[in-house]
């Protein structure tokens, strides 16, 4: 004789049985990927949030050692100031091309006012303002100017101090340097008096180093320039080794040094030397 089906022991058997599987099956589903910010979007995001004197200092790295000295460029064709470049965000393709196409007898006068295929010294630090403030590229009117206009004016926007060149006592990392004739940008000091420098100077953008406290060019200052150049940047010194600028350098220029309510110091880059610069930059 057949037992009567007991619908309630029954469930009682099952059910344990059905989540157990429910619980598997749901245990081995595929899981969907949480979605990952691409490589240019973080990249975006840094730029945006971070105004530091370590992103300037690597801003200016971009161009050295590709990038001809042009006279005007930099600056529009009415020559009043900023161009197409240096409203752009990243350093220009042209400049590359064109570097590549010159050998060692480069001579900056059969080249003037070819303005987009390089930069001159104002022009540089022009374009390097402009990457260092600006998030996006063709805003404003920029910041190329007159190189003697350069560190009185960034002092009146409200960046930083201004000392006139009879006043200036020390040097120290990201201080722009300027003058009637030209401007640069300090990178550090060295512990014989020299400084190391980078500018936009025939034949082009490239970092060298001045004249030590006794005058003489054989400076650590030069023979750190001397030393980056050839081993980061050696298809440029295979044409243009010289490294070295005079001792005007450190006698006649009016100096703009950051605040740091401006530009962020949280290495204390202005407190390093020279070497330790470099260590940081080319890490």
């Known amino acids: 004789m057949k037992r009567k089906l007991n619908i309630k022991n029954l469930l009682i058997l099952v059910l344990p049985c059905l989540c157990l599987c429910f619980g598997l099956v749901f245990l081995f589903l595929p899981k969907e990927d949480k979605p990952v910010s691409k490589p240019s979007e973080a990249k975006e995001k840094v730029k945006t949030d971070t105004k530091s004197l370590k992103t300037f200092l690597e801003i200016l790295q971009e161009p050295v050692g590709q990038t001809m000295y042009i006279w005007g460029g930099g600056w529009n064709e009415e020559d009043t100031g900023a161009g197409k470049e240096a409203l752009t965000l990243g350093v220009s393709k042209k400049w590359k091309e064109f570097f590549l196409q010159q050998d060692s007898s480069y001579n900056m006068e059969n ?23 600006e998030t996006k590229s063709n805003q404003g009117s920029g910041y190329v100017m007159l190189a003697s206009e350069m560190a009185s004016t960034f002092s009146e926007n409200g960046w930083g101090s201004y000392t006139p060149r009879l006043q200036v006592t020390d040097y120290k990392p990201g201080d722009i340097m300027s ?7 300090v990178l ?10 980078i500018h936009s100077s025939p034949p082009g953008v490239r970092i060298c180093g001045t004249p030590n406290s006794a005058g003489s060019s054989l400076s650590m200052a030069n023979e750190l320039a001397e030393s980056i150049m050839s081993e980061y940047y050696p298809d440029w010194y295979a044409k243009y080794p010289s490294v070295n600028v005079d001792s005007t350098y450190l006698t006649n220029y009016d100096q703009f040094r950051w605040n740091k309510d401006t530009l962020k ?7 390093m030397s020279g070497n330790e610069i470099i260590e940081l930059l080319y890490e």
């Open 265 to 271: 110091d949280a290495q204390k880059i202005q407190m």
């Open 111 to 133: 080249h003037l006012y070819e303005i987009h295929n390089g930069l001159d010294c104002s022009g540089y630090v022009g374009w390097a303002i402009y990457n260092l403030m």
């Open 188 to 197: 550090g000091t060295m512990d014989d008096g020299s400084v190391l420098l």
């Open 179 to 185: 003058n009637e004739e030209h401007v640069y940008v």
